[in-house]
């Protein structure tokens, strides 16, 4: 749809192109400053455990995103990612950094059709992907299944290659990115049957924020975390695990596969507790629409070894950072 705004842009442009030429505008568009993003902020997309889908959406899956000195970082990409963003009106064309914390389909579903969902809507300018290993068989794989419509686009509707914008890297345990403004790191938790399974660390300039990842109670996170200013940290509600189990028929896997792989509600607290953070975010719930749970639940059954700032997230709660 056409504006006045719109227009005066177009003409603007128009007659810079007939004064400089297209070389020199593609430079000097190329020179503009990117579009402001807002306030350094998080944003907790999605808050489901799990890769279950229920009426409404809501919760959904792993996805969380931080602007900080508008650049945007996304950390997992559970199915719907791409509609959180655009429900927090966050520009997908501006994505910079996706991070995937481990290969449960719960936080990397959507990783390939986040990064083509931005191209779709203008994105012109690189993304870096980082996961454990796999991570580049992962998008290898997606670049496969869709070859036919991501050349069919380009040619169809002048869009750059996809596949060209796109930088995987594969990561351990230790530093993982080093930019003059930002800083992370990746420690080894503890989510068996998976052993490339992090959590990550983003150190910025005055403000430090971790994620633990999907994790059992591991003390050596404490430490990880120490004195930061944000951590977000899975959770499990022990009592409320049998109504999750009754509604799958590997009840008895299931069971023992949550209770070796997530971290109950008391030691989420005695994690916190012992980093001494300064807000505890609660997130990635295990179950997460089970009946009768409500935000105070939750918290009061992390207040019996926390006593520290605490939030108990939902789908597109904003924090300012």
Do not use: C
């Not at 919760?59 to 508008?70: E, G, H, T």
């Not at 959507?110 to 068989?137: F, H, Q, S, V």
């Not at 994790?215 to 509600?237: I, N, S, W």
């Amino acid at each position: 749809m056409f504006t006045r705004r719109n227009l005066l842009v177009l003409g603007a442009g128009a007659g810079v192109a007939g004064l400089a030429g297209p070389g020199r505008l593609r430079s000097a568009l190329a020179q503009q400053p990117a579009p402001s993003l807002g306030a350094n902020r998080l944003v907790t997309l999605g808050t489901r455990g799990g890769p279950s889908i229920r009426t409404g959406f809501t919760p959904s899956p792993s996805a969380n995103l931080i602007v900080f000195d508008n650049v945007a970082y996304v950390i997992d990409t559970g199915y719907g990612t791409s509609f959180k963003l655009v429900e927090a009106k966050f520009s997908l064309p501006q994505l910079r950094y996706i991070f995937i914390t481990h290969h449960h389909s719960d936080h990397n579903a959507e990783l390939g059709l986040l990064a083509y969902n931005a191209w779709a809507m203008g994105l012109r300018t690189p993304i870096d992907a980082y996961g454990p290993a796999g991570m580049k068989r992962l998008v290898q794989g997606f670049w496969d299944a869709y070859q036919f419509d991501i050349e069919t686009r380009m040619e169809d509707e002048g869009r750059p290659d996809l596949r060209k914008l796109v930088n995987v890297h594969e990561y351990t345990e230790g530093q993982l990115l080093t930019t003059p403004d930002l800083k992370v790191t990746a420690l080894r938790n503890l989510h068996p049957p998976i052993t490339d399974s992090f959590a990550l660390k983003f150190e910025f300039p005055g403000k430090t924020i971790v994620f633990s990842g999907d994790t059992a109670y591991f003390p050596p996170l404490a430490a990880f975390a120490k004195g930061a200013d944000v951590l977000v940290h899975e959770v499990m509600y022990a009592p409320a695990l049998e109504e999750l189990v009754r509604r799958v028929p590997n009840a008895a896997t299931l069971m023992a596969h949550l209770k070796a792989s997530h971290t109950l509600t008391d030691e989420v607290g005695r994690l916190a507790t012992a980093a001494g953070v300064k807000t505890l975010v609660l997130n990635h719930f295990v179950p997460a629409d089970a009946t009768g749970m409500t935000e105070e639940k939750w918290a009061a059954a992390v207040r019996t070894t926390y006593q520290g700032d605490l939030v108990v997230a939902k789908d597109l709660m904003e924090m300012r950072l």
